[in-house]
């Protein structure tokens, strides 16, 4: 019997975060493709679209006029999955027919007045806007909310149906489900060491230095140990954190500029513009917005569902849907292969 590779041979990966396995199967990447394959968006986005509603003064399908903005600009979504005011369910006793009270507010957050732009594209400074708009709507949107959830889907593989440079707000009065498991997990595990879990775990990562895709001062962004998604990265403090809303400027100003690098080497691994999902988790907001929850590491994720090229994706269904997740590239690999791409992005 050879000596166990996780390299080549197939393994179990512990997700604590979420109490969940993960099967690693290194040996299937070498197996020949003749699945679906996708286009990679090459059209040029204009500066300037008349016909697009988040572009500065052009009417939405609320009748609303969209200003003509400068930095940000973030308005309330014209169709929201969650809505301030609404008829209270009503309460039944019977365990398998459970409802509850649903509240919430959706907003958009346009990162810049033109359309042509992006991250990678923009100035430092430019980005720190962004971030300091984040601060903000989670500051305000936190004081009324239970949680507060921002989040980006880029390219029209993640359903990203506006070209324009923009994520989503919202807010709502109850957990969800993500935050929820998580915020479960990282306090059985700080009441069990007394320590929270995802700092025990940047500074494992750091001395290992086996994951990791970039760092600078305050910020290292790697590849989890457990990432379900082929090119899963998390963006984690190397100090303590609970919330967006403890980042200092200081620590704004290297975010910004480690987000442009990992952009920039995501562009540049299949020269693409490289879809995904990302968005930041972080200790309850709400009545708790000024309570001390140690067991808690502001952090954000991004999940791309690119596998092997820019036309090929990978899918979850079958077994994942039904069994477990399971990846064929490992963590280590994927780490390796982004760390390799160049901080600017391809011309």
Not at 119 to 126: C, D, G
Not at 153 to 160: F, P
Not at 246 to 256: G, K
């Amino acid at each position: 019997m050879a000596k166990f590779n996780p390299n080549e041979h197939q393994h179990l990966r512990y997700n604590p975060l979420r109490d969940e396995w993960i099967l690693v199967s290194p040996h299937r990447a070498l197996r020949p493709w003749s699945g679906q394959t996708e286009t990679p968006q090459v059209e040029k986005t204009p500066r300037f679209d008349p016909r697009n509603p988040l572009c500065p003064g052009v009417e939405r399908a609320s009748g609303i006029v969209t200003p003509h903005y400068e930095s940000t600009y973030v308005f309330t979504n014209d169709f929201p999955a969650l809505l301030e005011e609404g008829p209270e369910p009503e309460v039944s006793d019977d365990p398998l027919f459970q409802t509850r009270s649903a509240r919430g507010t959706c907003r958009v957050m346009c990162y810049h007045p033109y359309s042509d732009v992006y991250l990678t594209s923009l100035s430092t400074k430019e980005v720190v806007d962004i971030i300091n708009e984040w601060v903000k709507q989670t500051a305000e949107l936190g004081k009324k909310y239970l949680w507060v959830q921002l989040f980006e889907n880029r390219g029209q593989l993640m359903g990203c149906s506006n070209p324009h440079p923009h994520c989503q707000v919202w807010a709502s009065s109850f957990l969800p489900n993500e935050a929820k498991i998580k915020d479960e997990n990282l306090l059985r595990y700080f009441e069990k060491h007394g320590r929270p879990l995802l700092q025990d775990y940047v500074h494992k990562e750091l001395a290992k230095n086996e994951r990791i895709v970039t760092e600078n001062e305050d910020w290292v962004i790697l590849v989890p140990y457990w990432a379900v998604w082929p090119f899963e990265t998390m963006v984690l403090p190397k100090k303590p954190l609970q919330r967006f809303t403890d980042t200092s400027a200081p620590q704004r100003e290297s975010l910004a500029r480690i987000l442009q690098i990992i952009v920039a080497k995501y562009d540049n691994l299949f020269k693409c513009n490289f879809p995904y999902s990302m968005g930041w988790h972080g200790a309850p907001t709400g009545p708790k917005l000024e309570e001390d929850m140690p067991h808690w590491t502001f952090h954000g994720i991004y999940l791309p569902p690119l596998l092997r090229s820019a036309t090929v994706r990978k899918f979850m269904v079958g077994y994942e849907l039904l069994a477990q997740a399971q990846r064929d590239l490992t963590p280590e690999k994927a780490a390796e292969m982004l760390r390799e791409q160049c901080n600017q992005r391809f011309s």
